[in-house]
């Protein structure tokens, strides 16, 4: 199941997430998203648990858990839906 991670601190790593996800099962990947222009933190993380009831677990016992000084977001990925190549006018 790929999970969403939110409301990351700037500072925080993919091994902390990896540490933070790891008591619940296998963590197969972990991505913090990383924003092209200044290389910073974009705030939130994807991280992929192959076994759906472990990861479902880690949902419910984190989700507003504290990492960083901060309440993370937990929930389950959801598809990337397809934006508007060219979006219409307002005129």
């Given at each position: 199941m790929n999970i969403f991670v939110g409301n990351l601190s700037s500072q925080t790593t993919e091994q902390q997430l990896t540490a933070l996800f790891s008591p619940f099962g296998i963590v197969r990947n972990t991505k913090i998203?990383?924003?092209?222009?200044?290389g910073r933190s974009r705030g939130f993380a994807f991280l992929e648990m192959p076994d759906n009831g472990e990861a479902e677990r880690a949902i419910s016992d984190l989700n507003g858990a504290s990492l960083d000084s901060q309440a993370i977001v937990?929930?389950?990925?959801?598809?990337?839906?397809?934006r508007e190549r060219f979006p219409r006018s307002r005129y």
């Amino acid at each position: 199941m790929n999970i969403f991670v939110g409301n990351l601190s700037s500072q925080t790593t993919e091994q902390q997430l990896t540490a933070l996800f790891s008591p619940f099962g296998i963590v197969r990947n972990t991505k913090i998203i990383i924003d092209s222009y200044s290389g910073r933190s974009r705030g939130f993380a994807f991280l992929e648990m192959p076994d759906n009831g472990e990861a479902e677990r880690a949902i419910s016992d984190l989700n507003g858990a504290s990492l960083d000084s901060q309440a993370i977001v937990v929930n389950e990925a959801r598809p990337k839906t397809e934006r508007e190549r060219f979006p219409r006018s307002r005129y």
